[in-house]
């Protein structure tokens, strides 16, 4: 049986895997350093960090802060277990809350089982007082390798606890298929269901809300160990080295670098600048985002309706379809940008916005558009400057 210890950092606000012979100590056997974290929300300057002193019986102001310690500025070194707790709002009354104390992450090759025990503190809380620890509970959660059946509902944890149930999947597959799939570490909202979903290319779950489930299925099978030459193919793209590596840095790479065809850039060259991009002019990629709606085929006719032709010199605005989507008109000022400047300077001025990209940004390129014929040149020209 392998097991493995998390405790909290305070300084970090993350969690650590602790060594120490208190990691497999019952928990009701370990000194604890009880943290609270206190902002009021309508008053900024009520804001403290404190640490409970069984010494001086008293909260006391926090100075420094590691693993498995915290110093007060009143000069008590205080060693334990962290159970960190926040007050965020004044109207919020101090009282029991259940606060993490520590992960275990057990691994039993021998069963094919992994669980994650999650042991919590119920601390009542009162202001000005100590905390009073009323109980401890401990929820547990497991899955049994290769079907990865689990026997709760749902499953969530700080991501580092995530990384070692993922690590002694990865074993369990090894031993079954022979090598070790590949884990994801970025951030992903469920990425241990992901892992069980596509144990061999876990960056694919990032695709599910561009196609409908069937579709997905069928493109992207449990058993398909390479799924980037099949998601190249579904979004028209050539499956170059160049892209591949950058697909499993970040697989929204893949349709970035199709909506930066869709704009008018297509030097691949120009693209990697774009690839550490989570967000797409303030849009994120995914499911809440709206980018995966504009990348479905279009028709040679829709898409001519998303770029600039010199027929737009001469429409005013009661001429245009008043219900442009964001897309169209970014589409629009880009195909009108690239008459002016090099797909370089497009390029340059695309990535630049990206970091402060606000709703402002696009109410501008509404604007532009359906206004376009009335703006005075010198004003078109200073678009393409700034």
């Known amino acids: 049986m392998k097991e493995r210890y998390f405790l909290f950092d305070y300084s970090k606000k993350d969690w650590y895997e602790s060594h120490e012979q208190m990691a ?14 206190y902002a009021n929300w309508f008053a900024d300057t009520e804001e403290w960090e404190k640490a409970w002193c ?44 259940t606060i993490t104390g520590r992960y275990c992450v057990c691994h039993d090759p021998e069963q094919g089982l992994i669980t994650v025990h999650s042991e919590s503190a119920y601390v009542a809380l009162v202001e000005g007082l100590e905390p009073v620890i009323k109980s401890w509970h401990e929820h547990v959660y497991s899955w049994r ?25 990865a074993e369990e597959l090894e031993k079954h298929y022979g090598f070790p799939p590949k884990v994801l570490r970025r951030h992903w909202n469920d ?60 697989p929204y790479a893949v349709p970035i670098a199709m909506m930066l065809i869709r704009l008018g850039i297509s030097q691949q060259s120009l693209w990697p600048v774009f690839f550490d991009l989570d967000e797409f002019c303030g849009e994120e990629m995914g499911l809440e985002g ?41 589409c629009f000022y880009c195909s009108w940008h690239l008459t002016r400047a090099s797909q370089e300077h497009l390029a340059e001025w695309l ?6 990209w606000w709703n402002g940004n696009w109410k501008i390129l509404d604007l532009f558009r359906r206004y376009f014929a009335s703006l005075p040149e010198a004003w078109k020209e200073d678009i393409l400057r700034e």
């Open 351 to 356: 990535r630049r916005e990206q970091e402060g």
């Open 54 to 97: 069984e010494q001086h019986h008293a909260y006391e102001d926090i100075q420094e802060s590691g693993e498995g310690f915290v110093l007060t500025k009143a000069g008590c070194r205080l060693e334990g277990a962290v159970l960190f707790s926040e007050q965020r709002d004044p109207r919020d009354p101090w009282e029991v809350r």
């Open 24 to 37: 497999g100590t019952d928990m009701k056997d370990i000194p604890l350093v009880q943290v609270i974290s």
């Open 145 to 169: 390798m290769p079907t990865g059946e689990l026997n709760a509902s749902h499953f969530y944890s700080p991501s580092v606890i995530e990384d070692a149930v993922l690590d002694a999947m």
């Open 290 to 330: 709206r980018w995966h709606q504009p990348l479905v085929s279009l028709s040679e006719d829709e898409q001519q309706t998303l770029t600039y032709s010199d027929d737009y010199d001469e429409l005013e605005p009661q001429d245009l379809d008043l219900d442009f989507s964001p897309w169209e008109n970014l």
């Open 191 to 250: 990425r241990i269901k992901a892992f069980l979903q596509n144990p061999w290319d876990m960056n694919i779950c990032y695709f599910q809300p561009y196609f409908d489930e069937e579709t997905f299925q069928k493109l992207f099978p449990k058993e398909q160990q390479d799924n980037f030459a099949v998601l190249c193919r579904a979004f028209g793209l050539d499956a170059t080295q160049m892209l591949r590596q950058a697909y499993e840095k970040n």
